[in-house]
């Protein structure tokens, strides 16, 4: 696991907008997601990797948390691109029960996943289900959005695909 973007953990301006929007969890039929406003610290970062994985050798430096869910699994930017911003790095999902999934292949489409009503769990485990499109969260996708409104199906099949060894690559790390 390669840190690729040294220890940047400026927040990027559309997950501090994210991170103030509310989202309905409506008894599991809507979005169970708590975005934070600022990236988890290395520290608390690696600890958590660590004991997630069971190998305490590791260092979380490829994470940036920036969220979770209700049972504590985690939403991440995962540096895994050489010499790439951070908004140009995939997001993944890092379950509490081990779970875990490619979400989308950079922050732009991280954004028109979650105004397709799709959080980094929903995304990451249940991508079948309804979308729910949000317009609020439309309008700061399309607002601070690079690539194209897709729906979150798309987006979601094109990143496991482009980094289909995440699960594998995690597997390896566990002791």
């Known amino acids: 696991m390669i840190d690729t973007t040294g220890d940047d953990r400026r927040f990027p301006p559309a997950?501090?907008?994210?991170?103030?929007?509310?989202f309905a969890y409506e008894e599991?039929?809507?979005?169970?997601f708590e975005p934070y406003d600022a990236f988890e610290s290395a520290g608390e970062t690696s600890d958590?990797?660590?004991h997630w994985t069971g190998n305490h050798e590791l260092d979380g430096g490829a994470y940036r948390i920036f969220g979770q869910d209700g049972t504590g699994g985690l939403a991440a930017v995962w540096c895994v691109r050489p010499g790439r911003a951070l908004v140009e790095q995939p997001v993944?999902?890092?379950?509490s029960e081990g779970e875990r999934g490619v979400v989308a292949?950079?922050?732009?489409?991280?954004?028109?996943?979650?105004?397709?009503g799709f959080g980094p769990m929903e995304a990451a485990?249940?991508?079948e289900r309804e979308?729910?499109?949000d317009p609020a969260l439309g309008t700061l996708a399309a607002r601070y959005a690079t690539t194209p409104r897709r729906t979150a199906?798309?987006?979601?099949a094109e990143a496991q695909a482009e980094f289909a060894s995440f699960s594998d690559d995690i597997d390896a790390l566990c002791r």
């Open 15 to 22: 997950l501090a907008e994210v991170a103030r929007v509310g």
């Open 28 to 32: 599991g039929e809507g979005v169970d």
């Open 48 to 50: 958590w990797l660590r």
């Open 92 to 95: 993944v999902f890092l379950g």
């Open 105 to 116: 292949g950079n922050l732009s489409d991280f954004l028109w996943v979650l105004a397709d």
């Open 125 to 127: 485990l249940h991508v």
């Open 131 to 133: 979308t729910r499109p």
């Open 153 to 156: 199906q798309a987006i979601v």
